[in-house]
């Protein structure tokens, strides 16, 4: 109990100082989420699930199902990031806008964001997880470990996750990394990858009324094969 006040008590300390206004959004959030746990009284907990994953980078392929040709992102990760924190580097990756609900399946598991007011939260026959405090490592530990991310439930955009290599932590490491990608990610409710088909198909055809309206909604600037790495690492970093 006493660990825990201190824990807490220095904790609060750097929320209130300056320098913790120069942290980055995501570092923050992290904060307030340990703050959570020592507040709880759950501080040994904590501390256990963080030495049972081992320091190691993630590289890790995140390839969106069903699309041809493919839509695909390779990004290096710490291994104890949180699920929630690999949504957010998927979404920046990506090139979503992060408009919409999520989850992760890992085998019968069921990782996804807890909330106070959800009716159907306790309702379930899977196990399932807070993505904002199940660490990565604790369910993706050997290389060709799988799960499977989806967003956005109306549209259901489903991305293989794929655990590529497990790397040596490097201490000069500060923020998540996109290695490679191909191609543009579809638009936000454009209606599942079959409707992203038929966009590509009228976007392919004859000038007309639908492509006009089409290239109004996306700009004239939209393509599909575009992939600017350089931009998503820029985010990435100023995003963690």
Known sequence: M?????VRTMLLALKSS????????????????????VGGEEIDEL???LES???ALY??????????????????????????DLHDVIQTSMGWMDMHLYSFEVGDILVEEEYEDDPFGGFSMREKMDAETTLIGELLSKEGDKCLYMYDFGDDWHHTILLEKVLPFDECFTSPVCTKGKRA???EDCGRIYGYENLLEVLSGPDGG????????????FDPE????DMVNTMLAEEF
């Open 18 to 37: 300056d320098e913790f206004e120069m942290f980055p959004p995501k570092e923050k959030r992290r904060l307030e989420e340990i703050l959570a746990f």
């Open 59 to 84: 590289q890790i392929k995140v390839s969106l199902k069903g699309s041809k040709p493919p839509i695909w992102r390779r990004i290096i990760v710490p291994s104890d990031y949180t699920f929630s």
């Open 185 to 187: 990610c579809p638009p």
């Open 210 to 221: 639908e492509k006009e309206e089409l290239l109004e909604w996306l700009g004239d600037d």
């Open 226 to 229: 575009a992939f600017d790495i």
């Open 47 to 49: 501390f256990e699930r």
């Open 53 to 55: 994953v081992p320091e």
């Open 2 to 6: 006493m660990v825990n006040q201190l």
